[in-house]
């Protein structure tokens, strides 16, 4: 019979982050308080903030928007 996976891997995986002197201030406490709610409200939640802060990475690496041009076309920008 395969073996099963420990049903609590992620517990020690949040324990190896929150103990992890690299770690941040901030992903600690949100690992912390996203224990402490429900897994799947806390899973979706965590969903919607990853794709908000992948846009704004590839914003910030796309680097500043010029106000006069957003929204045009590139065909249009002189």
């Known amino acids: 019979m395969p073996k099963l996976k420990d049903p609590n891997a992620w517990f020690q995986q949040v324990m190896r982050v929150t103990q992890d002197p690299a770690a941040s201030d901030w992903l600690r406490n949100a690992l912390v308080a996203a224990v402490n709610r429900d897994p799947v409200d806390a899973a979706r939640d965590a969903e919607v ?5 992948q846009q704004r990475a590839a914003a910030a690496q796309r680097g500043p928007v010029h106000t006069e041009t957003a929204g045009k076309s590139p065909k249009t920008v002189p």
């Open 49 to 53: 903030l990853y794709k908000i802060l």
